[in-house]
């Protein structure tokens, strides 16, 4: 018996939940709201500028005492869709723990090849941690845990900005991007071999950095074998190196969870 995958039913996440179409316009309504709340208790800046593209900008959101350091979250979208507008009220979470949080957005394809989209983080997270003291946390949902995944990678970022993070999350990242070839997906990110090959993470030397990877369990079986393939491409490689299957959870409510002070994801990600 032969058989074949269908590589676009296995990426396709918004297919996999229940009316998960109005999910974008929600977050929006959520940061919206968390944003003119946070207004009246902290600092927010925002649109501030780390490139020369359009799309190269950042928000920050710090609390009113001084922070423990700093959270940049990536967020996802298959590279080709959302923006930090979508994501703002993620950034409660670490917040209520005393961190400042720091959300970018990055040129999206066609118009960028993924090659370049990890160069813009590169640059996002380089202006972020020069500018502000203090450790630095990343984590990163789907495409963004394909992105904070390439910042563990050895030679992405300079010595002196790797230094300065103390630990990365890859939530329900991509790390092995050659199945993306057999998608239509791949109409809009123009991946070719060599692209797929040098943007897989697990194909690349990590460089050092504590690396935790978290997925729903509820999640697409791509997903999870995606999460366990990093963990075990990496583990006898870096000394810190985690996997969590995170119960009752699919791709959407996994990521959710950054909101909430009180969550698992949140204690990952702020804690000592």
């Known amino acids: 018996m032969s058989w074949t995958i269908d590589w676009d039913d296995a ?14 316009q929600k ?22 500028s ?13 609390p009113a005492k001084n922070a423990k350091g700093t959270v940049i979250f990536i967020h996802g979208g298959y590279w080709v869709r959302t923006a930090k507008e979508n994501w703002s009220f993620l950034a409660q979470g670490a917040l209520a723990h005393g961190w400042s949080v720091a959300i ?16 813009s983080i590169v640059e996002a997270v380089t202006m972020i941690v020069d500018r502000l003291g203090g450790p630095v ?33 890859t939530l329900s990242g991509l790390h ?43 999640e697409r079986a791509e997903f999870l074998r995606q999460n366990r393939l990093l963990e075990e491409a990496w583990a006898p490689k870096l ?7 995170d119960p009752t959870h699919n791709h959407f409510t996994v990521v959710e969870q950054l909101s909430d002070p009180k969550s698992a994801l949140t204690r990952e990600l702020a804690q000592p």
């Open 11 to 24: 990426f396709d996440n918004m297919g996999g939940v229940e009316n998960a179409h109005l999910l974008p």
């Open 27 to 48: 977050w929006e309504d959520w940061s919206t709201a968390f944003k003119a709340r946070w207004r009246d208790i902290g600092t927010t800046e925002l649109d501030c």
């Open 50 to 62: 780390y490139g020369a593209n359009e799309r190269h900008k950042y928000d920050l959101f710090a």
């Open 104 to 119: 970018p957005s990055y040129p999206l394809a066609p118009g960028a090849r993924i090659s370049e989209i990890t160069a």
């Open 137 to 169: 946390r990343l984590v990163g949902h789907s495409a963004g845990g394909h992105l904070v995944s390439r910042m563990a990678c050895r030679d992405v970022l300079d010595e002196r900005v790797a230094n300065r993070i103390e630990r990365i999350i």
């Open 176 to 218: 092995d991007l050659r199945p993306l070839l057999l998608t239509k997906m791949n109409d809009a990110l123009e991946l070719d071999l060599a692209e797929a090959t040098a943007e897989s993470c697990i194909l690349q030397e990590p460089a050092g950095i504590p690396v935790t990877c978290w997925v729903g369990a509820s």
């Open 239 to 245: 000394d810190q190196i985690d996997s969590f299957y």
